[in-house]
T-cell receptor, first 115, second 109 residues
Framework: DTGVSQNPRHKITKRGQNVTFRCDPI?????LYWYRQTLGQGPEFLTY????????KSRLLSDRFSAERPKGSFSTLEIQRTEQGDSAMYLC?????????????FGSGTRLTVV | KNEVEQSPQNLTAQEGEFITINCSYS?????LHWLQQHPGGGIVSLFM???GKKKHGRLIATINIQEKHSSLHITASHPRDSAVYIC???????????FGTGTRLQVFP
């Protein structure tokens, strides 16, 4: 197991286009989290899953954003009708049960640039 | 006011110096994490604390729950320690992390 994998690493898109990111967590981890990080700021929570159930969503996750984890393994984050303000690093993390337990692991992120 | 505040925002040091980064938070927590982020985005978990003190190599993390304060210390700093160090807390009855804005550390030879 090579850790949490995110694809693509970089994405440049034109404003108004849809983009989809993928996160493959550590295989035995049942919790998966999405965070967004803008330049010079700490990451902000977007949403998290336990297995395939989406347990919590931030108000940052507008109706243009949707996340799924259909089989409780990998997850996708889709942004529709991208805006320049969506430009950020999108980070995925996974853990077993919750971040209070050992094994809270981050991926390397997907850097989105909307032009 | 952010729920998690770090100081300083930027820190430069000479190799070998003792480094302290501080984190204060205003919410009830069940755990606090110290994380390291290198250019390019990857985040590595250094410590998870709910009380007391932890040590790993040259890194030491302490937390005072009553004062809602944590510190990360680096002894005998080295240029490879140069990174952004982020404090993050897990609230009570929630599984999400609330992050500070990070402390950018540069250690010069």
């Amino acid at each position: 197991d090579t850790g949490v994998s995110q694809n693509p690493r970089h994405k440049i898109t034109k404003r108004g286009q849809n983009v989809t990111f993928r996160c493959d967590p550590i295989s035995e981890h049942n919790r998966l989290y999405w965070y967004r990080q803008t330049l010079g700021q700490g990451p902000e929570f977007l949403t998290y899953f336990q297995n395939e159930a989406q347990l919590e969503k931030s108000r940052l996750l507008s109706d243009r954003f949707s996340a799924e984890r259909p089989k409780g393994s990998f997850s996708t984050l889709e942004i529709q009708r991208t805006e320049q303000g969506d430009s950020a690093m999108y980070l995925c993390a996974s853990s077993l049960l919750g971040p209070i337990t050992p094994g809270y692991t981050f991926g390397s992120g997907t850097r989105l640039t909307v032009v | 006011k952010n729920e998690v505040e770090q100081s300083p925002q930027n820190l430069t040091a000479q190799e070998g110096e003792f480094i302290t980064i501080n984190c204060s938070y205003s919410v009830g927590i069940s755990a606090l994490h110290w994380l390291q982020q290198h250019p390019g985005g990857g985040i590595v978990s250094l410590f998870m604390l709910s009380s007391g003190k932890k040590k790993h190599g040259r890194l030491i993390a302490t937390i005072n729950i009553q004062e809602k304060h944590s510190s990360l210390h680096i002894t005998a700093s080295h240029p490879r320690d140069s990174a952004v160090y982020i404090c993050a807390v897990r609230g009570i009855n929630t599984d999400k992390l609330i992050f500070g804005t990070g402390t950018r550390l540069q250690v010069f030879p």
